[in-house]
């Protein structure tokens, strides 16, 4: 007769189940998935229940003593791979690491350096020279590895799929993996879609942590990038990665590049300009007082062109919306020279702007971003050259997908952090709207372009009740008065009758 499970065996059985399916699961967890780990832990505590109240004596003996090799089994293996990781990753970072290849290293570095001091830069690297870079880059970096590779497995077109692998500098442990990759606010981001480390593979919980790790190695944004370049696109594919966008750190745009197109400027006409005069404001970026006004922008909101800030727009609004509203408005103005879309997203600017909401009451906010994302295409090579070139036009085209996807960005932030204040988008103008619209094909392009910019912007400020003013209507045709194109050398920016006609354009938009 047999006799069921009962007392101290029922309990054993049941004890030792439950530490079985936890470390069988865990071990599973790590080595075949998240999927495959709930199955056996699952499996293994649900049958020893069942076990545990069903079975004759002889079977739940023979079962406790599985459970326990099986318990054993899984701690033992499961040490060893975490032994191995340990060993790796306490080693340090300090070692040698391998050697690039010198010859494609310097290939790629050369690609690099000619891009450097350019408006705008484009570079491809192959998989080969990328590999060299990122060797190269490895003997910098604070990590473990003693080396990575990376092969690129998409055609171009295709979701971005890289294979990486890497050795660890202490102990004989690899990690492999797949990563995939997308421009955000003028960065790469890279995205870690699988990884395994020795025997064990990522579960999405230790994700995280390792693609901390792969991403200080396999940084785009540090390996192919100038300090201070926003990248707009980044295409991989067919074993190569070309990477485009435009150069920043204060650099101003080179109109001279660009004016070359114009010829003869002795036949130069400007349109009627109506006078407009705005009192200076104050003449710092900050000025005390509740509510504030706060200004995002570039080096017009900078005050770039004039003698200070009271002669910019932003100081001029400040002062004449305090005026107007018989109220003592705080300001902070946040404009950085040389801005885009993507470094205003990356660069810090609007975490800034948001930081100031939390601390104070904002009545109004001013934002105007966009021009440099563009005017550094146009000043390149291939536009200045002839800026109705197919290579011209991809510039153009690949500058407006890129402040798509930004601006929106950028105004549902402002949006959600100031949901009450008002709102206000500062139109771009074209520095090189000198009269001849219609006969020098830089102007109707140029004009053509920034259009297009402006329209994108006042597309995504309808869906975030955000106002728009107008500042290029009211500057067309009137650059040689506006602004210091005419000077030597010409600059892009507004003069003292410029800034006035932005003032006037967002005070209009006001009401």
Not at 190 to 209: Q, R, Y
């Amino acid at each position: 007769m047999n006799v069921s499970v009962s007392g101290p065996l029922r309990v054993a059985i049941i004890v030792f189940g439950a530490l079985a399916a936890a470390a069988a699961g865990t071990l599973a967890l790590f080595t075949i998935g998240e999927t495959y780990a709930l199955v056996t832990a699952t499996t293994i505590a649900a049958s020893s229940v069942i076990i545990a109240f069903t079975a004759p004596v002889v079977l739940g003996r023979v079962v406790v003593v599985v459970l326990i090799a099986a318990l054993a089994g899984s701690v033992v293996i499961g040490g060893y791979g975490a032994a191995q990781i340990l060993a790796a990753l306490t080693a340090g970072n300090t070692g040698p690491v391998d050697a690039p290849d010198a010859t494609r290293l310097a290939t790629a570095q050369n690609k690099i350096d000619q891009s450097n001091g350019l408006s705008s830069f484009q570079v491809t690297l192959t998989e080969d020279e990328l590999n060299a870079v990122l060797l190269d880059a490895l003997a910098d970096t604070d990590t473990p590895f003693q080396r990575v590779s990376i092969d690129i497995v998409n055609s171009v077109g295709e979701t971005p799929l890289i294979e990486f692998a890497g050795r660890f500098k202490g102990g004989d442990l690899t990690v492999t993996g797949e990563v995939t990759a997308r421009v955000t606010g003028g960065r790469v981001d890279i995205e870690l879609l699988h990884a395994d480390i020795g025997m064990f593979t990522m579960p999405a919980v230790a994700m995280n942590a390792v693609q901390d790790m792969i991403g200080r190695v396999a940084d785009l944004n540090r390996a192919l990038a100038k300090d201070g370049a926003d990248i707009q696109q980044v295409i991989i594919g067919d074993d190569q990665v070309s990477v485009s966008g435009v150069s920043l750190g204060g650099t101003e745009v080179d109109a001279s590049t660009m004016l070359a197109a114009f010829g003869d400027l002795s036949g130069l006409t400007t349109s009627a300009v109506d006078p407009v005069h705005y009192e200076p404001g104050v003449n710092t970026a900050t000025a005390e007082g509740s509510p504030i006004y706060l200004a995002l922008g570039d080096s017009l909101a900078a005050a770039t062109g004039v003698d200070g800030y009271a002669e910019g727009y932003v100081s001029q609004v400040h002062r004449e919306l305090s005026l107007r509203d018989g109220a003592v408005y705080g300001l902070q103005n946040l404009g950085v020279v040389g801005e885009t879309s993507g470094t205003m997203l990356s660069g810090g600017q609007l975490d800034q702007a948001i930081a100031a909401g939390q601390d104070n009451d904002v009545a109004y906010v001013t934002i105007d971003i966009g021009a440099n994302d563009l005017l550094g295409h146009l000043g390149s090579e291939d536009c200045s050259a002839d800026i109705t070139a197919a290579t011209c036009r991809a510039r153009i085209d690949l500058s407006l997908d890129a402040y798509r996807r930004n601006i929106d960005e950028i105004f549902a932030t402002l949006r959600d952090a100031f949901p009450d204040a008002t709102i206000v988008f500062l139109e771009a103008y074209n520095p090189f709207s000198l009269g001849f619209e219609g006969r020098v094909e830089f102007e109707t392009v140029s004009n053509e372009a920034l259009n297009s910019l402006n329209q994108i912007a006042v597309e995504a400020a309808s869906r975030y009740e955000i106002r728009v003013a107008d500042g290029f209507t009211p500057m067309q045709n009137t650059a040689a008065a506006t602004t210091h194109m005419t000077s030597v050398p010409p600059d892009i920016h507004p003069n003292e009758l410029g800034y006035d006609i932005l003032t006037r354009a967002i005070m209009s938009a006001l009401g």
